[in-house]
């Protein structure tokens, strides 16, 4: 009855053992864990030995905490700059000229087209340009994303809903986290969180990056590369931008735009090799390569703007064609600007600019102490529990708490392979868990004790207690389940970082608490044969 196979016992050996070798290398700092990985010999496979840790936090080991706002009217300027260039484009097409031109409004823009027949032409492909709105999983229709309305004058408004600017903070809010991780992942700083907060709004936290004011720079550039050429004089369609080597005096650059960092596909940092000045070399697609150099090819003689938002950092004069697909951005920067600049243009353009709304520092002094502070929780409430258990139930006490020192163990271990957060919340999410694991082995044990009063054998008291007392863990671990899966799911940040604890914790108690204290257990009855119990 109360038997364990040599086998079933050797694979539950293996499977702890496994599980605290890959919670070493958690204890270990990473010069020592780096220190480790040299020294092991070249036959040795990389694979085999663990080498991940866990990640700690923000509030443990200092870092820096942004949190960004999309600026919705640059969006909205964005999005009607592009309204217009598609209104331009049917009417291009269609052959309508409007009254005075295209003008721009705050959400949209409006031509005036007094002619009915040429109204008619142009209507419907305008109204083409809005996109529907709604649920595609309900499968209901919530109007369309840009609304066309017109007078009987002829004054033809297209105007984004108030459905169609949530879209458009929706998905720029997307793209934006997705460009913001890019950067930050150049930087080689290890588990950022970045997450939505609202509905315009991105967090993130950095760990154990101490530069506040680089991570500002470059979370808080848009980056929107474009290449345009200055406009010539009597020009009408152009843009006044400042220009960088021209102590930011305004000059009239053309709007139509030659190429944009949309079709980069790399920009590294370099010399100069006449000057020895720091400069960005650029590298295009495909496509860009063929714009770009039909551009050049049609424009020799002319400047070429370079502009970094909206800003015209360089304008040098095209002497040549540029057809091989490459060239090289150079504005007096320095070699920390230029490697910068490099990581904003890989990682690409974000789709607004984004505001500064809070900002913090955790020092790493601050994070130590909490540190200290939640090891010596740990400590005491291991401690207690043990002492607890050994004197409530003797043996079987310090099986317990051998299956809870393997318990906690196990949690590290399990981090370590997912490279999880650990967080305070984590912390305190250890320390509950400690009780969680030994309140299975109070259940276990008391159901013995009930068992073997009642005129039970002790072997068949044993086998009694555990397999009773196991659908009653099943229960109670299983809400607790739900209440964390429920927490990773609603909650953000430290709050996840618990659930995640909390779930791993109880995961590991059925390994523990029931699979290893229940063999230790029959391990020492084979052994011992003892004829009634040690409590």
Known sequence: MLRFSKSKIIFT?????????????????????????????????????????????????????????????????????????????????????????????????????????????????????????????????????????????????????????????????????????????????????????????????????????????????????????????????????????????????????IVDGSDLVDAQPAFDSRTNEPIVNFRFNVRGAQRFGQATTEAIGRPLAIVLDNEVISAPTIQSAITGGAGQISGRFTVQQVNDLSVLLRAGALPAKLTIVEERTVGPGLGQDSIEAGKKATYVATIFVVIFMFATYGLFGLFANIALVVHVGLIFGLMSILEATLTLPGIAGIVLTIGTAVDSNVLIYERIREEFKAGRSMVSAIQAGFDRAFATIVDSNSTMAIAAVILFFLGSGPVRGFAVVFILGILTTVLTAVTLTRMMIALWYHWMRPKTLPF
Do not use: C
């Open 13 to 257: 050996v293996g499977i702890i053992v496994i599980g605290l070798l890959l919670a070493v290398p958690s204890m270990m700092s990473r010069e020592q864990r780096e220190s480790f990985q040299r020294s092991l010999p070249n036959w040795v496979p990389s694979w085999l030995i663990p080498s991940r840790a866990i990640v700690l936090g923000l509030d443990l080991q200092g870092g820096s905490h942004v949190l960004l706002e999309v600026d919705v009217p640059d969006l909205m300027r964005t999005q009607t700059t592009q309204l217009r260039d598609d209104i331009r484009r049917i009417l291009r097409e269609t052959r309508v000229t409007p009254q005075g031109g295209i003008q721009l409004t705050p959400r949209g823009a409006q031509i005036r087209v007094p002619d009915v027949a040429d109204r008619d032409r142009v209507l419907p492909k305008l109204r083409e340009l809005g996109q529907p709105l709604g649920s595609a999983i309900l499968g209901q229709g919530g109007g369309r994303d840009i609304e066309v309305s017109v007078t009987p004058e002829g004054l033809i408004a297209l105007t984004y809903s108030e459905g169609g600017v949530n879209e458009k903070v929706r998905r720029a809010v997307d793209q934006a986290i997705e460009v913001i991780r890019r950067r930050i992942d150049v930087t080689g700083t290890t588990e950022p969180s970045i997450q939505r907060q609202g509905a315009d709004r991105i967090l993130v936290q950095v760990p154990g990056l101490q530069d506040p004011q680089r991570l500002k720079e470059l979370l808080g550039r848009t980056a929107k590369l474009e290449f345009r050429l200055l406009a010539q004089p009597g020009a009408a369609d152009v843009d006044m931008l400042p220009m960088k080597e021209e102590g930011g005096n305004r000059v009239p650059v053309e709007r139509r735009v």
